[in-house]
């Protein structure tokens, strides 16, 4: 009598056909699910052109979805306009970092903060700024700033004065005459009578009043003047302060205050100067000594 196998026994023709459906069913959801996940989509190759057997993967857009070497951690922007976008972005972020690499810090601040830090430099370090660049020379030629400079480094007594040529040439025409002034004491302490002769202008109408109150009138008067006072005796020491210029277009005066040693209290010194063929000539020299408080009761005519 044949027994019959366990294995066989318990399974049917319709567990069979229940099996079948599940495993069917299990599948079809495995494959929803891949389809349905963000890399599991297969775009279809565009016709006619091949892709050299590399399965590239496209987002409808010309832009790249993933970093070089499979990293995805670029974001990918669809279509044109999102292409366009990138472009601008990429664009814009390249053009900041030019300007900003390509401009200094000066051109970056406002022309008042410009102004106001210009004024700290001195002659010579303005001149070298106007040569660096077409920004630079612009704002070194600024007339605020050379009126800020001149008032540093001379007076404030003019800060009225509307200078006709601006307060550059006006700078510089100060400066001139400043020199030429300081060359004419500098003449004094090395008593050369011939560089005198070359300062003074050879005309009749010039006019030298030492301290002595002695009027001299004429070129050759003025420098025999000055003959006598480079001989006589040896040379004085003496220091010259609170110099004050002021400058036309053909003609300049200076005063200040002349404090010799030999002399009790400091003087009153004016110079006159005249501007002749390219050069500035001194026309007019006149030294008194200053009261000092309490000397004197008489009025300003006498």
């Given at each position: 009598m044949e027994i019959p196998s366990p294995?066989?026994?318990?399974?049917s023709f319709g567990s069979i056909c229940l099996a079948s459906a599940v495993t069917a069913i299990c599948f079809l959801c495995v494959l929803w699910a891949f389809r349905s996940s963000p890399g599991g989509?297969?775009?279809?190759?565009?016709?006619g052109k091949s892709d050299g057997g590399s399965s590239k993967k496209s987002c409808g857009c010309s832009c790249y979805c993933s970093a070089p070497g499979g990293s995805s951690s670029l974001a990918?922007?669809?279509?044109?306009?999102?292409?366009?976008?990138?472009?601008?972005?990429?664009?814009?972020s390249s053009a900041g970092v030019e300007k900003q690499t390509g401009g200094s810090m000066m051109e970056q601040l406002v022309p008042e903060i410009t102004t106001h830090a210009l004024s700290y430099l001195d002659y010579p370090s303005l001149c070298r700024l106007s040569m660096t660049n077409s920004w630079m020379r612009k704002a070194a030629n600024d007339d605020n700033?050379?009126?800020?400079?001149?008032?540093?480094?001379?007076?404030?007594?003019?800060?009225?004065?509307?200078?006709?040529s601006g307060w550059k040439a006006y700078y510089a025409a100060t400066k001139a005459i400043v020199n030429i002034n300081m060359e004419f004491f500098n003449i004094i302490k090395e008593r050369s009578l011939v560089a005198m002769g070359r300062l003074w202008l050879q005309a009749d109408y010039v006019k030298c009043i030492h301290g002595t109150g002695e009027l001299f009138a004429g070129y050759n008067a003025v420098m025999e003047s000055w003959a006598l006072a480079f001989n006589w005796g040896q040379g004085v020491a003496f220091q010259v302060r609170d110099v004050r210029?002021?400058?036309?277009?053909?003609?300049?005066?200076?005063?200040?205050?002349?404090?010799?040693?030999?002399?009790?209290?400091?003087?009153?010194?004016?110079?006159?100067?005249?501007?002749?063929?390219g050069q500035w000539y001194l026309v007019h020299h006149h030294r008194s000594l200053m009261l000092?408080?309490?000397?004197?009761?008489?009025?300003?005519f006498g």
């Open positions: 294995l066989y026994a318990n399974f989509k297969r775009s279809k190759s565009r016709p990918c922007a669809n279509g044109s306009a999102g292409e366009k976008y990138e472009k601008e972005s990429m664009l814009g700033a050379w009126k800020a400079l001149y008032h540093k480094d001379f007076t404030v007594e003019q800060d009225t004065v509307t200078p006709h210029a002021r400058v036309l277009p053909d003609m300049a005066w200076v005063t200040m205050k002349v404090y010799v040693d030999m002399e009790p209290g400091p003087s009153h010194v004016t110079n006159v100067y005249e501007f002749h063929n000092m408080d309490g000397e004197g009761d008489h009025n300003i």
